[in-house]
């Protein structure tokens, strides 16, 4: 475990909550690696918290599938194999492709501009990955939550963080992420298919199937590929062929 002790700002959310981000976007920033163990006492020192806090805090992250735990070993960072990875992926294409029809299907006006707003970029823009990650995140969530199928945002949400955090160790290092943030925000700003704009405008529209093949293009066009070429060709196939 890291020397390094840091401490956790008491602000307006529960300290649960809080640290439950600090982990998580400890573990996005690759502070702390695939396979690693997580143990309370030394998370607990580092940020100068309790026990009791951590505890809940890494059942929220194990929650969220980025975390599992082991009868010998406790809790550690997923390791999952290239295989195992693409299946999840898979798996979240097909889930996030149905919400998104779901959604277009569903949407009323006031969704689609609390939507359209979710997906302005900060205002300040994010220096690290895991900041970036927060706010695609929460994009995807208010797609869900216009879906209103709860068990599917529910299986969704114990996908969403493993793909990205395997997308980012697979394809790029810890010191080369700042250029992955620089790369989406130009793909926002620019209409590209790995950004939000098509996808959003095809929801707003009630367009369920172009909705539905907005989201696949979305996904595969994003920074994370956590597959093959030959996955991707039967992603495109499977899933947008005419």
Known sequence: MRSK???????REPMVTQ????????IMNGEYGLGERLIESAIAERYRISRHVVREALQA?????????DAFRGRSVINPSPKEIEGLFLIRVSLESTAAALAAYKVTPEQGRRL???????????????????WDNAIHRTIWQIADEPNLANYLEKLIWPTLKAGVILEVAPEDQKSLVE???KREQADDPGG?????????QQNSGAAREAMVSHLIASGNRPYSKETSAAITAAFLAK
């Open 5 to 11: 002790r840091n401490t956790v700002e008491i602000g």
């Open 19 to 26: 640290v439950t981000r600090v982990i998580r976007n400890a």
């Open 61 to 69: 992250v194990e929650g969220e599938g980025l975390v599992v735990s």
């Open 116 to 134: 359209m707003q979710e997906a302005r970029l900060l205002s300040e823009e994010p220096k690290e990955y895991s900041q970036l990650v927060e």
């Open 183 to 185: 790369m989406q925000i």
């Open 196 to 204: 939000h704009g098509r996808l959003l405008r095809t929801i707003c």
